[in-house]
């Protein structure tokens, strides 16, 4: 693939990359900012890049700062770059919300078919829990309508199936959040100092490398191979012992974005060596039980002390990411700790939406069935249409999980894939953003959340595009200087 422009892109690099002002089409301000587009959808100048000083970029091209001008005028009107306080004019991506031409951040639309986030529609059971939840909600509201810490009957609930799972749990051991995304970051926040390392694997949950740089941590990855996800004990025991983390984040079962799910063993050896070496983890159960091939594996923490792990799930992907409810599961202790952090920042959670919950998560094995049936058609209704389409793409089937992590063939980029689909009506995440620095842009992620119908739709839209972007990745172009 070609290489990309570092994030702060001098004159001299990107008038290389444009070539000479004599061959574009006239006007030469259209057709400059018609390059620069150009260079954005082949991935060669990636979106949140600076571009040069007006002054600058004139001279590298020997033409006139009126014609540079010109050029990014017309950019920021059709959306490709904007101007940033301090940070001059920058590039951007048409409704990407300049978010690095990820199409990270949510957006609805008629017609756009949303691969950027791996979350189904409602569960059939959403709505009769809620009407069930309104019928309730006449007992409780006498009260103050708080429930720090969670509603008791939720934390029942939510303990009663750890316990159902192979780890007995209390309720005073569950702290009820708006989220799963909420409970790490609480944990996060009150377990981490700025400075601390923490174990990632990689690649790994967007969000939650978000989370630890906001934070200050400092990352250590530990790369993860689908094929094998058992090795990943071995490399996570070595970076433990010489990068002594403080905490580590984990996802044992059908990984986001690899669908990588560690063994009933595997996940034993790995939580006794980070235990040992003074680790505490933070293991994300929001796709444990999303298991379409095969059957439930115990938790992770099983069988270790309760303080070693703090357990965060929720029913985003069981029943419908609009439904802020989330949980954690530690030591009553250090839930009674991040359970008072938590009511500091926000008194409670939303009582009708726990009334509902606590319905659910009563309910979630019928919850389940039919949300792993769907996922299942939807899946090999994705692998099919990928197996035929594109078959270069490579695809390691994942038993379980949201999304298929797929190898892209030589010469494709993930960012340009990415920048290319959003004009179209495809919005996707960049590989990039499943790790740090510029990895992964050689992979894309494509979540089988969607009805089937737009599984297939996403696919034509990625096999017309595919070819193009390939076909442009000979030019040449100046080497990206390594970011530390």
Request: glycine share 10%.
């Amino acid at each position: 693939m070609p290489p990309l422009l570092d994030q702060s892109t001098p004159a001299q690099e990107l008038a290389a990359l444009i070539g000479p002002v004599d061959s574009l089409p006239a006007p030469r301000y259209a057709g400059l900012a018609r390059r620069v587009r150009e260079l954005v959808t082949a991935g060669q100048l990636p979106a949140g890049s600076r571009l040069p000083a007006e002054r600058d970029l004139a001279t590298a091209l020997a033409t006139s700062r009126v014609t540079i001008a010109s050029a990014y005028r017309v950019l920021r009107e059709e959306g490709w770059a904007q101007t940033r306080h301090g940070s001059g004019t920058v590039v951007d991506v048409p409704g990407s919300g300049g978010d690095g031409g990820a199409g990270w951040l949510p957006r609805v639309a008629p017609g756009l078919i949303d691969l950027a986030h791996a979350a189904p529609p409602a569960a059939p059971q959403l709505l009769p829990a809620y009407a069930r939840a309104l019928e309730q909600l006449p007992a409780s509201v006498g009260g103050n309508g708080y429930a720090p810490h969670g509603l008791l009957e939720l934390r029942e609930a939510v303990a009663a199936r750890f316990t159902a799972r192979g780890l007995p749990t209390d309720p005073e051991q569950v702290v009820v959040t708006a989220g799963v995304g909420d409970a790490t970051a609480l944990a996060l926040e009150q377990l981490l100092e700025p400075g601390d390392r923490v174990l990632v694997t990689h690649p790994t949950y967007a969000g939650s490398l978000r989370m630890v740089e906001a934070g200050h941590g400092r990352l250590v990855p530990v790369a993860t191979d689908p094929a094998s996800p058992d090795d990943l004990v071995a490399a996570a025991h070595a970076a433990a012992r010489q990068s002594a983390p403080r905490l580590a984040l984990l996802e044992p079962d059908f990984a986001n974005p690899t669908g990588a799910r560690l063994s009933a063993a595997g996940r034993r050896r790995l939580a006794a060596t980070l235990w040992q070496q003074g680790v505490l983890t933070v293991v994300d159960e929001v796709s444990a039980e999303l298991h379409l091939d095969g059957e439930a594996l115990p938790p992770y923490a099983a069988g270790l002390p309760d303080a070693a792990v703090v357990t965060v799930g929720g029913l985003s992907k069981a029943v419908w990411g609009g439904m802020r409810i989330g949980w954690l599961r530690t030591d009553a202790a250090l839930a009674d700790r991040l359970g008072t952090a938590y009511a500091r920042r926000q008194l409670s959670v939303g009582l009708l939406d726990q009334l509902a919950a606590t319905l659910l998560v009563r309910d979630l094995d019928a919850v389940l069935a039919g949300r792993r049936a769907e996922l299942r058609v939807q899946r090999d209704v994705l692998l099919s249409a990928l197996a035929e389409q594109l078959p270069d793409w490579q695809v390691r089937p994942p038993a379980g999980g949201l999304s298929l992590w797929c190898t892209l063939p030589p010469g494709l980029s993930s960012a340009a894939l990415a920048a290319a689909a959003a004009p179209r009506g495809l919005l996707l995440a960049e590989g990039r953003a499943f790790g740090t620095g510029h990895a992964f842009d050689d992979h894309q992620r494509l979540p089988y959340t969607r009805p089937a119908d737009e599984l297939r739709e996403a696919v034509d839209v990625l096999a017309a595009l595919s070819q193009g972007l390939r076909g442009g990745a000979g030019q040449t172009v100046v080497r990206a200087r390594t970011v530390v």
